[in-house]
């Protein structure tokens, strides 16, 4: 008996596409709507189905057309992921009918907007490029996150009207309907394909969407999203574009510090304890303060001075201590010496090297 997963694609409303995903260990539905029309077809589809079915070993099969561009990136991706993980990801068959484009003749380009330092840092550079701003709910704030997902919603409207863009929201449960139930790891793996969905599902309105990097090019590491995988899920309507290489996190601060809207909605915590906007004391909460004080800006999002006790204590994954490493080498240079704080630091990266990566 082959072991397979079907996807079958439902929808009565022009903004909000559906998945029904049947597997070996049960059926599972995704949602995905807008403020904007999406694209019907099966195409947003394949990104978020193909790691799924590599983890699990499954053939995999979509009912309906899917774009031929789309269809050869899979591949490639499929061989990007197998190379980075051989033993944690196999290259599976993908069964479907080919299709078409559909020539929308869509002109816009999209950048992905969480309201962090990369989302903001792609979204001030490349300005004259962008035409829309994407905030999905769903990814990194959970859907029942209400009060806060609303805040973080509510600040990304008025740092869009202040840049100047159209905010396309965006709420799915690609995540929390399918990724996490199915133990798909979502920093390492399976962002980037669920930032790719959104981005061909918005197909009608955009010719290209920029993914915001999260590492510079001496920091690249096999992730979720990365520049030799990003571009792999575009289609024949629209281009998926891995931002910003050259650059890394304290440049990009140092850069927000003159934007008043930067500082204003800076929002880069995952871990939002109570509720919090910020919590304040995780890896990413303080490597963005230890940011903002070697760049000599302040942002009321995160205030108050360092703790170097909160420091040492903090949790540093592997994927965090390049980014702290960069922070102290940055807060050494500016001559300001703070032993206590330097001490700490070193203490925090040192003890990362207990956590064994298991996707090492």
């Not at 079907?6 to 029904?20: L, M, N, T």
């Not at 609303?150 to 905010?167: S, V």
């Amino acid at each position: 008996m082959i072991d397979r997963m079907h996807v079958r694609v439902r929808s009565a409303d022009p903004k909000c596409i559906e998945a029904i995903i049947e597997t070996p260990k049960g059926e599972y539905r995704a949602v995905t709507q807008s403020n904007y029309a999406l694209d019907q077809s099966t195409t947003p589809w394949l990104p978020v189905a193909v790691p799924v079915a590599m983890q699990h070993g499954w053939d995999l099969s979509m009912e309906g057309p899917v774009d031929a561009i789309a269809l050869s990136g899979a591949l490639s991706a499929q061989q990007v992921i197998n190379g980075w993980w051989p033993r944690r990801f196999s290259v599976v068959p993908v069964a479907t009918e080919q299709g078409f484009a559909q020539h929308s003749g869509a002109s816009g380009v999209g950048s992905f907007f969480s309201g962090g330092v990369d989302s903001f840092y792609t979204a001030i550079t490349q300005s004259d490029r962008i035409t829309h701003l994407i905030f999905v709910h769903g990814f990194d704030i959970k859907i029942s996150d209400g009060a806060l997902a609303d805040a973080a919603q509510a600040a990304a409207r008025e740092a869009a009207a202040d840049l100047g863009k159209p905010l396309v929201e965006v709420t799915t449960t690609i995540r929390s309907a399918f990724g996490d139930p199915l133990r798909m790891a979502w920093g390492n793996v399976y962002h980037g394909p669920s930032l790719a969905h959104v981005g061909l599902a918005l197909a009608p309105h955009i010719k290209r969407v920029l993914v915001p990097s999260s590492n510079s090019r001496d920091q690249l590491s096999p992730w979720g999203s990365h520049p030799d995988l990003d571009p792999c899920w575009s289609s024949s309507e629209m281009a998926v574009e891995h931002h910003e290489l050259d650059v890394g996190r304290i440049g990009k601060i140092r850069r927000l510090g003159d934007s008043e809207t930067a500082m204003a909605h800076l929002r880069v915590c995952w871990h939002n304890t109570n509720g919090s906007y910020n919590c304040g004391h995780c890896a990413k909460c303080i490597r963005t303060k230890l940011g903002l004080m070697v760049a000599g800006a302040e942002s009321p999002m995160l205030p108050g001075p360092i703790d170097p006790n909160t420091v040492r204590r903090m949790f540093v994954s592997p994927g965090e201590r390049k980014f702290l490493r960069e922070a102290l080498t940055a807060v050494v240079a500016t001559g300001r010496r703070d032993a206590d704080l330097e001490k700490a630091l070193r203490f925090a990266i040192r003890r990362s090297y207990l956590r064994r990566n298991v996707f090492a």
